[in-house]
C-alpha cells in the first residue's frame, strides 16, 4: 500500500496564486468568440466580455492572465488595439489561420477583461518586431498617471487613471516565433528594451519576464542567464581619478532609489506532444500506451524545473528570478474540420491527469517557480472552457483548476510517498501515485492525489506529524473510461464530484483512489 507521510510542522514555502495563472492569445476562438463578444452580440456580455465565460473564470479564482501572446506578441503592435473601434487597424493574423485580426481587443480591452475577473495583469511586450520606443511607450500609455504624451493618448480614449501592469514579459519566444536569436544576441536585447520598461509609480513595480528555454534547451538558459547577469559597472564606481569614496557616495545615493530589478522571472515553455511535434495525436481517440507516454511527459517538466534551476542557481544562488513557466499544456492534432492554425482540441480525463500531475510539480517546486501559465484559456490547446456560439462547457482540466485554487497562496509542507509502484506499458513507466500537500491560512490542509494508472485503485494511507484530522471536504475528478470529455450535447460527462471512498483512523485517513483519477481532500484538526 502506498504511504503519504505529511509533516504538517514544516511550512517550506508559498504556492504563489500565480502559478494557477492563465493565457489568452489572439489565436484561433480564445479571444474572439471565446471571451470577447462585442458589445452588440446576442450573447450575454459585459463590455463585451462573456457573461458565462467570466463568471466559470471567477470560479476558479483567476490570479493572472497573460496576453496577447505568444508567438502573436512579438508581431502586434499595440497602438492598432487602441482609439474608436471603427478607426482600428484590420490585418491577418499570419501566426495563427490567417484570419482578419481586426484589433477590437486591444489594451483597454484586456485590461476590463481583468477588472472583471479580478486578477493580476501580464503583458507580454513585442521584441521582435518592434522597437524599444514602442514597447517604452506602451508602459508609459498602461501606467502613467501625470502629462506626457501616452498618458493625454490613454486619456483621450477614455481612460483617465492609469492600469496596474503586474507582470511585463520582454519577448516571447525569441529563440523561435520571437525573432529566431542565440541566447546571448536575445539577452543582450532584452537588457536594452527593460531599461525603458519604466516604474513610474514606485508603489507598483512592473516585473520584469525575460524569455527563457524551450523545453530542454540548457544552453539557452546559461547564455541567457550569464549575459543578463553580465555586470557592467553603469558608471557606478568608474573613477578616473582613482578616487574609491567618490564612487561610494554614488552607490549610496541609489540605494535610496526604489529598486528595479533586471529581471524577475525567466520563462519556460513545454507543451505534451505525446506522439511528437509533427503528429501530434488525437485529443480523443488514444490507446493504453499513449496515455502512459503522455503522462510520462507530463512528468518530464520536474526535470525541466530541476535542471534549468540549477543552471539558474549558478547565477542566482538566492533564487530571486522566479521560474515562469507561461506555457504549458498539452497540444493534441486540432480536432477534425477546424481551422488548424486555431488549434482547437478536446480534453478528455487524461488531461485532467496532465493538469493534476503538472500542478503537483509546481507546487514542490515553490521555491522556484512563481508563475504559470496554461496555455490557453479559451478553445485553444488544452482550455479550460470550450464555446460554441452561446453554448460554454467546462474542461476536465476546468475542474482539476478548481479543485486546486485552494492551493493558491498557500504554504507548501514537507511530504513524501513511499511504496508507490512504478506502472506503464513497454517503457513508458510512471509511478502510479503523485501528490502535493499545503496549509492554507484558515489551518485547512489541502492535499491532491493523482492516481496515473488506467487499470486499478491504490488506497494511499495518509499520517500526519500528529494525530486527530478529519475531513472537511473530499472531491474527485474521474470517469472509469479515460477517453471521457464533455461535449456541447453532454456537458456534465466528466465533473467535480464529492468524493467518499475514504476512512477515518485513530491516526491517519486511508484513501481508496479509483484508476485515472485526480483527487482532493482537505483535512483539519
Ligand atoms: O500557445 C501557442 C503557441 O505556442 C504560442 O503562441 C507560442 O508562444 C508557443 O509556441
Known amino acids: 500500500m502506498a504511504k503519504l507521510y505529511i509533516n504538517e510542522e514544516n511550512e517550506q514555502c508559498k504556492i504563489e496564486p500565480e502559478v494557477y495563472g492563465h493565457f489568452s492569445e489572439h489565436l484561433g476562438r480564445c479571444i474572439y468568440e471565446g471571451i470577447y463578444v462585442g458589445e452588440d452580440s446576442d450573447i450575454p456580455n459585459v463590455n463585451g466580455m462573456r457573461v458565462d465565460v467570466v463568471e466559470a ?6 490570479p493572472m492572465l497573460r496576453w496577447p501572446g505568444g508567438c502573436f506578441a512579438d508581431e502586434y503592435h499595440w497602438k492598432d488595439g487602441i482609439g474608436p473601434k471603427e478607426n482600428r487597424k484590420k490585418m491577418i493574423n499570419t501566426h495563427w489561420g490567417g484570419v482578419v485580426e481586426d484589433n477590437s481587443f486591444g489594451t483597454h480591452e484586456y485590461m476590463e477583461l481583468c477588472r472583471q475577473l479580478g486578477c493580476k495583469t501580464y503583458v507580454n511586450g513585442n521584441l521582435g518586431s518592434g522597437t524599444v520606443q514602442e514597447m517604452s511607450e506602451w508602459v508609459e500609455y498602461m501606467t502613467f498617471n501625470g502629462v506626457s504624451p501616452m498618458a493625454d493618448l490613454r486619456k483621450e480614449n477614455g481612460h483617465a487613471e492609469p492600469w496596474t501592469v503586474d507582470f511585463f514579459g520582454v519577448g516571447n519566444e525569441n529563440w523561435g516565433c520571437g525573432g529566431n536569436m542565440t541566447p546571448e544576441h536575445y539577452a543582450n536585447e532584452y537588457r536594452r528594451y527593460q531599461t525603458y520598461v519604466r516604474n513610474y509609480d514606485s508603489k507598483k513595480m512592473i516585473k520584469k519576464v525575460c524569455c527563457g528555454p524551450n523545453i530542454d534547451d540548457y544552453e539557452w538558459t546559461e547564455g541567457v542567464m550569464k549575459t543578463v547577469f553580465y555586470k557592467t559597472n553603469n558608471g557606478v564606481g568608474v573613477d578616473p581619478e582613482g578616487d574609491a569614496a567618490a564612487a561610494e557616495i554614488v552607490l549610496e545615493d541609489e540605494e535610496e532609489v526604489p529598486e528595479s530589478s533586471m529581471i524577475d522571472y525567466l520563462s519556460l515553455h513545454y507543451y505534451v506532444h505525446p506522439e511528437g511535434w509533427k503528429i501530434k495525436g ?8 499513449v496515455w502512459y507516454k503522455t503522462l510520462y511527459k507530463a512528468l518530464f517538466m520536474d526535470t525541466l524545473i530541476k535542471r534549468h534551476g540549477t543552471i539558474m542557481d549558478k547565477y542566482d544562488p538566492d533564487k530571486e528570478v522566479g521560474l515562469c513557466v507561461d506555457e504549458w499544456g498539452t497540444w493534441f492534432k486540432n480536432e477534425p474540420g477546424t481551422n488548424p492554425g486555431f488549434l482547437y482540441q478536446q480534453n478528455t480525463v487524461r488531461d485532467a491527469l496532465v493538469a493534476g500531475i503538472t500542478l ?15 496555455a490557453q484559456m479559451v478553445n485553444v490547446l488544452q482550455a479550460v472552457l470550450l464555446t460554441e456560439g452561446e453554448k460554454m462547457i467546462k474542461t476536465p482540466t476546468y475542474h482539476v483548476m478548481h479543485m486546486y485554487r485552494h ?3 498557500a504554504m507548501l509542507l514537507e511530504s513524501a510517498l513511499t511504496g508507490v509502484d512504478e506502472i506503464g506499458i513497454n517503457k513508458w513507466k510512471v509511478p502510479k501515485i503523485t501528490e502535493s500537500v499545503s496549509k492554507g491560512e484558515d489551518g485547512i490542509i489541502t492535499i491532491t492525489l493523482n492516481n496515473l494508472s488506467i487499470e486499478a ?3 494511499v494511507d495518509i499520517q500526519f506529524a500528529d494525530k486527530g ?3 472537511v471536504e473530499a472531491r474527485i475528478v ?11 450535447d453532454a456537458p456534465e460527462t466528466v465533473t467535480e464530484k464529492d468524493f467518499d471512498a475514504y476512512k477515518e483512523e485513530q491516526d491517519k485517513i486511508v484513501a481508496s483512489l479509483p484508476a485515472n483519477s485526480v483527487v482532493e481532500l482537505r483535512v483539519k484538526k
Do not use: C, P, W
Not at 57 to 62: F, N, Q, R, T
Not at 478 to 488: E, I, K, L, Q, S
Open 57 to 62: 473564470l471567477k470560479e476558479l479564482k483567476v
Open 282 to 289: 488525437s485529443s480523443t481517440d488514444f490507446d493504453g500506451e
Open 360 to 374: 503537483n510539480i509546481f507546487n514542490k517546486h515553490a521555491d522556484r517557480v512563481k508563475i504559470a501559465a496554461l
Open 407 to 409: 492551493h493558491q497562496g
Open 457 to 459: 485503485a491504490e488506497d
Open 469 to 471: 484530522y478529519k475531513v
Open 478 to 488: 474521474t470517469d472509469t473510461d479515460m477517453h471521457a470529455h464533455n461535449t456541447f
